[in-house]
């Protein structure tokens, strides 16, 4: 016995007087041995305590409030908020981890300018239709506005910029913008192909698609949508986690759930027909949305964290692209996503049959009867799918890989360009006093509640390098190849059921 322990503690010929001493004590009374290992011991834990919190303390966060003066009156920038900013290093944490796939898309949104760059007479003839001018100078914000945008779609865009400025302080270079406040892409690339054309001027806006140029950017209602009530993202997504613990999946109803403004498109006035009636079942449960009336009672039945109560949930376009994609996306229901025209910036990162399932927008009610069908018969692959999109939104989509995605699109762009930009006349600085401080209300809320109160203490995302040819082909070909599929099962069952009849 003597000799197995003494194998595992070296004797005095290895370890000195000290360690010899501690040997012979722990022969002749163990007990005294043991309270002494344990005062060494929490010594050691003690001082490597002591440590981490000298090394906390080392980096002092100061937070910057608004600065509101004379009132709510505030038309100058107080000039207090940090210009620059160096991440405090932390030896103990990875590097900052690789930013979502979707990431990649910010170098084909910029491809068409690779070439030639851009110049300011390109930037220049955007202004046509641009809500607004932005031009970044040393870290500081001037826009000249042009055209008031449809609610406060312009107010809320320019905020999410502000914020980012204030995340991150003196990493936004120097850049000249013009942004479209409106839904339709409109920078046709078969006006830009022709032999002689000039290269397409910048703007961005909220969504494009692949006959367009148009470089898309997150909207307005990541920091919230005063007009319908809705809370900035970060709040929303907490929220909505917390909506559906409150119903398990099996729980929910097994239809189709859709609640939305079927006159502002043909199309969804199309997926009204689908709604459940005497003569038909089609699996969906379609409603009606009057934010009028909505108002009026207190926007009580469109809470978006209380709408997850059913197994699968519609999401389609209106005009164009629609916001409510990612609400839809976040209830952990299976999402029927019919064939969409556009794209926003996070979207192109969604699979076929593993985030949502697509729904055939010329044969809408039989390919969603056919979905709630399947996906109630196979109740397991079907969480799955709601589970796959709900971790999308929630671990991808977060508020940081938002304001990540800005950070990097603007960095890309701005290295394109083939001038200094300089303050256009007229311009006014903008801030977060200039801005919110004159809001009341919803608007003022929604600002406060987004701030952002101190720079951020790590560094960006890494954005991933492009898509070569060959992979982007290959991307695109399998999403196209799983809807294919899908709309082949659809057809067949409703062959047979034909055939049956």
Same mark, same amino acid.
């Given at each position: ?81 940090? @210009? ?65 945008? *449809? ?65 898309? *950017? ?116 299976? @999402? ?55 971790? *999308? ?109």
């Amino acid at each position: 016995m003597q000799q197995r322990q003494s194998s595992n503690v070296h004797g005095p010929g290895h370890s000195g007087h000290f360690t010899d001493t501690i040997w012979r004590q722990f022969i002749q009374s163990p007990a005294k041995s043991y309270a002494l290992f344990a005062f060494i011991f929490l010594l050691l834990v003690g001082a490597l305590i002591s440590a981490r919190l000298l090394d906390s303390t080392h980096y002092n966060k100061t937070e910057y409030p608004l600065k509101c003066t004379d009132g709510n009156n505030t038309k100058t920038c107080p000039g207090t908020y940090p @210009t620059s900013y160096t991440p405090e290093e932390d030896h103990d944490s990875p590097l900052a981890p690789t930013c979502p796939d979707y990431f990649r898309w910010i170098h084909e949104d910029l491809r068409p300018w690779a070439r030639t760059g851009i110049t300011r007479e390109m930037v220049e003839r955007a202004n046509e239709t641009a809500n607004f001018r932005l031009v970044i100078v040393k870290g500081r914000a001037y826009v000249k506005r042009n055209i008031k945008a *449809f609610q406060s779609r312009d107010t809320f865009t320019l905020w999410g910029i502000l914020q980012l400025l204030r995340r991150y302080p003196g990493k936004i270079p120097d850049l000249d913008l013009m942004f479209d406040c409106v839904d339709w892409p409109i920078l046709l690339k078969s006006n830009y192909s022709v032999p002689g054309a000039p290269a397409p001027p910048p703007l961005f806006r909220y969504c494009a698609n692949d006959q367009t140029f148009d470089i898309v *950017f997150p909207d307005w209602s990541f920091w919230g949508w005063p007009e319908v009530n809705i809370k900035s993202w970060g709040k929303i997504l907490k929220d909505l986690e917390e909506g559906n613990r409150r119903m398990n999946w099996t729980d929910r109803e097994p239809y189709a759930y859709w609640k939305g403004n079927p006159v502002v498109a043909s199309s969804r006035q199309d997926l009204m027909k689908c709604n459940v009636s005497e003569g038909q079942e089609w699996n969906a449960r379609l409603y009606v949305q009057d934010w009028k009336r909505e108002k009026q009672k207190g926007y009580k039945q469109s809470e978006l964290a209380s709408q997850c109560k059913h197994r699968f949930k519609i999401y389609i376009e209106g005009s164009a692209w629609s916001v409510s994609e990612k609400y839809i996306l976040a209830c952990d229901s299976v @999402t029927l996503y019919v064939t969409p025209n556009y794209t926003d910036f996070f979207t192109r990162g969604l699979i076929p049959m593993h985030h949502f399932w697509p729904i055939n927008v010329y044969d809408k009610c039989r390919s969603i009867k056919f979905a709630v069908d399947w996906g109630n018969n196979h109740t397991g692959k079907a969480q799955e799918i709601g589970r796959a999109a709900s971790r *999308f939104i929630q671990e991808e989509l977060k508020m940081d890989y938002v304001y990540d995605y800005m950070f990097h699109l603007l960095n890309q762009y701005s290295k394109l360009f083939r001038y200094q930009p300089t303050i256009p006349t007229g311009a006014v600085e903008y801030c977060a006093e200039t801005m919110a401080c004159p809001e009341e209300g919803m608007a003022r809320k929604l600002m406060e509640e987004s701030l952002e109160q101190s720079p951020k203490e790590t560094s960006p995302c890494t954005l991933p390098p492009p898509y070569d040819p060959s992979s982007l082909y290959d991307v695109l070909r399998e999403k196209e190849n799983s809807i294919l599929q899908v709309e082949s099962w659809v057809k067949a069952y409703w062959e047979n059921q034909t055939n049956q009849s």
